[in-house]
């Protein structure tokens, strides 16, 4: 049976790092609410900290450990379904709530009890080298932070958001995504379903920290990459794919293909010119990108946005065409989901400078190596 005026907090973790649990577990309780807290341990070979042990044994915290690792969605998952309490607040395991973070969430509740759910703010620290600067620029932090600028958003991190469990899919989180992207999908099949976007709650703040102590994220942005193929593949996110012009390493490895007959057609010089050109044209974009947008000119930083990106890319283009899914090439996904069958071959800035760079890199170089076709 739902627990109408209760909240079930459900926190995924593998670290079990208590200093950071802690600053969830003692979150202020609203007035008039039953708060539940499950700790899921995705670790079965972690020691639990006695801290958390004796916080179970008096029923301060429901601690659930795996048997096996399940993974993020198996065990949000397993937490979900350990609770009773009409709201489910998804929280990451290394995340610094503001004290105060459940009683904002309360006032919301008390504003919209039948809303399908809400968004908090997840902020990051300030950047601390050229790798968190590069992910200031592109945008990657700013999905954590849209009920700062939107009334009611369609999905964010599972950082920070909370869902009404009367409105919750029987399926919850896809365990199939394995890579990433379970979040994106889980809120926007939700909001398909029900036809109706999550509340922004600006005063409900968490901080996140940089991962990895700010180091390069080639990695987790490979990951990504992957998830988000694997979310164009995958109903109801394929309905806001789209074709494109090819990106740097689709283009390259097209050259690759195309080397065979450079060599037969005696275009080898031009073809060179090209392998060359359109990487230092996606390395001179991205140093405008810096420029423009992150009012800087480093060019670490224009290294880092490059690399950020293509790392993205990589894990898409590798989901594609080793993973069984080569529709995926040259294939976008709309991740802002702002209307179904969005048109393709879309221009902006960015594509219009490169493209500009690019045909400048291969006239100068032409110039400097005189007749290509030969």
Same mark, same amino acid.
């Given at each position: 049976?739902?627990? /109408?005026?209760?909240?079930?907090?459900?926190?995924?973790?593998?670290?079990?790092?208590?200093?950071?649990?802690?600053?969830?577990?003692?979150?202020?309780?609203?007035?008039?609410?039953?708060?539940?807290?499950?700790?899921?341990?995705?670790?079965?070979?972690?020691?639990?900290?006695?801290?958390?042990?004796?916080?179970?044994?008096?029923?301060?915290?429901?601690?659930?450990?795996?048997?096996?690792?399940?993974?993020? @969605?198996?065990?949000?998952?397993?937490?979900?379904?350990?609770?009773?309490?009409?709201?489910?607040?998804?929280?990451?395991?290394?995340?610094?709530?503001?004290?105060?973070?459940?009683?904002?969430?309360?006032?919301?509740?008390?504003?919209?009890?039948?809303?399908?759910?809400?968004?908090?703010?997840?902020?990051?620290?300030?950047?601390?080298?050229?790798?968190?600067?590069?992910?200031?620029?592109?945008?990657?932090?700013?999905?954590?932070?849209?009920?700062?600028?939107?009334?009611?958003?369609?999905?964010?991190?599972?950082?920070?958001?909370?869902?009404?469990?009367?409105?919750?899919?029987?399926?919850?989180?896809?365990?199939?995504?394995?890579?990433?992207?379970?979040?994106?999908?889980?809120?926007?099949?939700?909001?398909?379903?029900?036809?109706?976007?999550?509340? @922004?709650?600006?005063?409900?703040?968490?901080?996140? /920290?940089?991962?990895?102590?700010?180091?390069?994220?080639?990695?987790?942005?490979?990951?990504?990459?992957?998830?988000?193929?694997?979310?164009?593949?995958?109903?109801?996110?394929?309905?806001?794919?789209?074709?494109?012009?090819?990106?740097?390493?689709?283009?390259?490895?097209?050259?690759?293909?195309?080397?065979?007959?450079?060599?037969?057609?005696?275009?080898?010089?031009?073809?060179?010119?090209?392998?060359?050109?359109? /990487?230092?044209?996606?390395?001179?974009?991205?140093?405008?990108?810096?420029?423009?947008?992150?009012?800087?000119?480093?060019?670490?930083?224009?290294?880092?946005?490059?690399?950020?990106k293509n790392c993205w890319e990589a894990g898409y283009?590798?989901?594609?065409?080793?993973?069984?899914?080569?529709?995926?090439?040259?294939?976008?996904?709309?991740?802002?989901?702002?209307?179904?069958?969005? @048109?393709?071959?879309?221009?902006?800035?960015?594509?219009?400078?490169?493209?500009?760079?690019?045909?400048?890199?291969?006239?100068?170089?032409?110039?400097?190596?005189?007749? /290509?076709?030969?």
């Amino acid at each position: 049976m739902i627990k /109408p005026n209760a909240i079930d907090i459900v926190v995924p973790s593998f670290r079990l790092t208590a200093a950071l649990l802690l600053n969830i577990i003692r979150l202020e309780k609203p007035a008039g609410f039953e708060v539940n807290t499950f700790i899921v341990a995705d670790n079965p070979a972690a020691v639990i900290p006695e801290t958390l042990k004796e916080l179970d044994r008096t029923g301060e915290i429901h601690l659930l450990v795996n048997e096996t690792n399940l993974g993020f @969605s198996g065990t949000r998952n397993k937490g979900i379904r350990a609770g009773q309490a009409k709201w489910v607040l998804l929280l990451d395991d290394d995340i610094v709530p503001q004290p105060d973070l459940l009683k904002a969430y309360a006032t919301a509740i008390s504003q919209n009890d039948q809303a399908l759910g809400f968004a908090g703010v997840t902020y990051f620290p300030e950047a601390i080298n050229a790798a968190t600067r590069a992910l200031e620029i592109n945008g990657s932090v700013h999905h954590f932070k849209l009920a700062l600028y939107y009334p009611e958003i369609t999905w964010a991190p599972t950082t920070n958001m909370m869902i009404n469990r009367e409105k919750l899919d029987p399926a919850l989180f896809d365990t199939n995504l394995k890579e990433g992207g379970e979040d994106v999908d889980f809120f926007v099949r939700h909001w398909l379903k029900f036809n109706e976007k999550y509340q @922004s709650v600006p005063a409900a703040a968490v901080t996140h /920290p940089w991962h990895d102590n700010g180091a390069m994220q080639t990695r987790r942005q490979f990951r990504y990459g992957m998830a988000a193929n694997q979310l164009a593949h995958k109903e109801p996110e394929q309905r806001y794919t789209y074709r494109d012009f090819t990106n740097t390493l689709e283009t390259l490895l097209l050259l690759l293909f195309l080397f065979p007959a450079a060599l037969f057609t005696g275009t080898v010089k031009l073809w060179i010119c090209l392998v060359v050109a359109v /990487p230092l044209a996606e390395y001179l974009t991205n140093w405008f990108k810096a420029i423009t947008v992150g009012k800087t000119w480093s060019p670490a930083v224009a290294f880092q946005l490059m690399w950020a990106k293509n790392c993205w890319e990589a894990g898409y283009l590798y989901d594609a065409l080793l993973r069984g899914r080569p529709d995926g090439f040259a294939k976008r996904i709309d991740m802002g989901f702002a209307k179904e069958n969005p @048109s393709s071959f879309r221009t902006n800035r960015w594509k219009i400078v490169k493209i500009v760079l690019l045909v400048i890199l291969v006239v100068i170089a032409v110039c400097t190596i005189g007749n /290509p076709f030969v």
